[in-house]
Nanobody, 119 residues
Framework: QVQLVESGGGLVQAGGSLRLSCATS????????INWYRQAPGSQRELVAT???????IVADSVKGRFTISRDNAKNVVYLQMNSLQPEDTAVYYC?????????????WGQGTQVTVSS
């Protein structure tokens, strides 16, 4: 099973930036996609950004132009660069990996990292 460890969350003022990191136990080339989700209190988990094994990226409309997903293949790390943060970005951010093992679809989750944006 792919192991994921997130880091980089914290408290930031509105308009500030944070970079989240997701360290994976396997190469990104063996993982179909690595995804960042977020969940605010009382809300459903929301997909924020995705990067595929080929490097294709998708970012949710709600954060487009402010958030960027990227990866460092040599370090097996996926990043979520978050700029122009707003209070509504406050949430627990989770890294997720979707992959196939022994012909079956699998999914792994990190422990989550809290992002709090103050107004």
């Amino acid at each position: 099973q792919v192991q994921l460890v997130e880091s980089g969350g914290g408290l930031v003022q509105a308009g500030g930036s944070l970079r989240l990191s997701c360290a994976t136990s396997e190469s990104a080339f063996t993982i179909n996609s690595i995804n960042w989700y977020r969940q605010a209190p009382g809300s459903q988990r929301e997909l924020v950004a995705t990067i595929s094994s080929t490097g294709t990226t998708i970012v949710a409309d709600s954060v487009k132009g402010r958030f960027t997903i990227s990866r460092d293949n040599a370090k097996n790390v996926v990043y979520l660069q978050m700029n122009s943060l707003q209070p509504e970005d406050t949430a627990v951010y989770y890294c997720n990996a979707a992959y196939v093992r022994v012909g079956l679809p699998r999914s792994s989750w990190g422990q989550g990292t809290q992002v709090t944006v103050s107004s």
